[in-house]
T-cell receptor
Framework: GAVVSQHPSRVICKSGTSVKIECRSL??????MFWYRQFPKQSLMLMAT?????????EQGVEKDKFLINHASLTLSTLTVTSAHPEDSSFYIC???????????FGPGTRLTVT | QQQVKQSPQSLIVQKGGISIINCAYE??????FPWYQQFPGKGPALLIA?????SEKKEGRFTISFNKSAKQFSLHIMDSQPGDSATYFC???????????FGKGNQVVVIP
C-alpha cells in the first residue's frame, strides 16, 4: 500500500517552455501533497505544500508564479514549471501524506533537464 | 529549513559491520522521528520511525534509538550489506506542523 507515482520520470525541454509533472497517490487519498527539489548530492528542499481544493503554500524563496501547483483531486497534484531555464534543471520529487499521521510516501522523482 | 543535523556526513563500512548514523534535532515538541533511505535516482522511502514514548525500535537489521535528553536519534544498521549503500535522511517538521524538513543526509557505503 501507500504507493505514489510520478509522470514523467524524465523530461528534457527547451529554455522558455513549460513542463508539467504529475503526482498521483495510487491506493490512498491524499489531502496533502508536498513538492521537493533535490540537486545532486544535496538534501530535499521543500518547495510547497499542496492541499486538495485550495491554494498551495509555498516555502520562502520559491516563486509561486514560476512553479504552479494544482491539487484538483484527492489523488492528483501537478507541478508546472513555467518558462523553464537551465537553472531549473533538477530532480523533482513529490510526496503524499497519510491523512492519519506524519508519514510521507514519496514518488520516484522526475528528472528535469532544461537545455 | 534544515533544523536537524546529521553526522557523520559519510560512512564506509565493511560488509557485516554495523553502520551508525545520528540525527540531532531542535524541535522538542515533535513526536515523530523518521529515517528515510534514498538510492541514487530514486525517491526517498520511509525506513523506520519512532515516537518519543519508546527509546528503541527494531525492524529487521535496522534499529532506531531515541535519546530525548540529548535531543538525538540514531539509526543502527546491523550486519550491513552492499545493498544498504544509500543516502539516509532524518527529518523533523519546522515549526511543529506536518511539513518535514530534511537533514543533509548521511551517505553510507558498504564495501564487500
Amino acid at each position: 500500500g501507500a504507493v505514489v507515482s510520478q509522470h514523467p520520470s524524465r523530461v528534457i525541454c527547451k529554455s522558455g517552455t513549460s513542463v508539467k509533472i504529475e503526482c498521483r497517490s495510487l491506493d490512498f487519498q491524499a489531502t496533502t501533497m508536498f513538492w521537493y527539489r533535490q540537486f545532486p548530492k544535496q538534501s530535499l528542499m521543500l518547495m510547497a505544500t499542496s492541499n486538495e481544493g485550495s491554494k498551495a503554500t509555498y516555502e520562502q524563496g520559491v516563486e509561486k508564479d514560476k512553479f504552479l501547483i494544482n491539487h484538483a483531486s484527492l489523488t492528483l497534484s501537478t507541478l508546472t514549471v513555467t518558462s523553464a531555464h537551465p537553472e531549473d534543471s533538477s530532480f523533482y520529487i513529490c510526496s503524499a501524506r497519510d491523512h492519519w499521521g506524519y508519514e510521507q510516501y514519496f514518488g520516484p522523482g522526475t528528472r528535469l533537464t532544461v537545455t | 529549513q534544515q533544523q536537524v543535523k546529521q553526522s557523520p556526513q559519510s560512512l564506509i563500512v565493511q560488509k557485516g559491520g554495523i553502520s551508525i548514523i545520528n540525527c540531532a534535532y531542535e524541535n522538542t515538541a515533535f513526536d515523530y522521528f523518521p529515517w528515510y533511505q534514498q538510492f541514487p535516482g530514486k525517491g526517498p522511502a520511509l525506513l523506520i520511525a519512532i515516537r518519543p514514548d519508546v527509546s528503541e525500535k527494531k525492524e529487521g537489521r535496522f534499529t532506531i534509538s531515541f535519546n530525548k535528553s540529548a535531543k538525538q536519534f540514531s539509526l543502527h544498521i546491523m550486519d550491513s550489506q552492499p545493498g544498504d549503500s544509500a543516502t539516509y535522511f532524518c527529518a523533523e517538521p519546522p515549526g511543529g506542523n506536518n511539513r518535514l524538513a530534511f537533514g543533509k543526509g548521511n551517505q553510507v557505503v558498504v564495501i564487500p
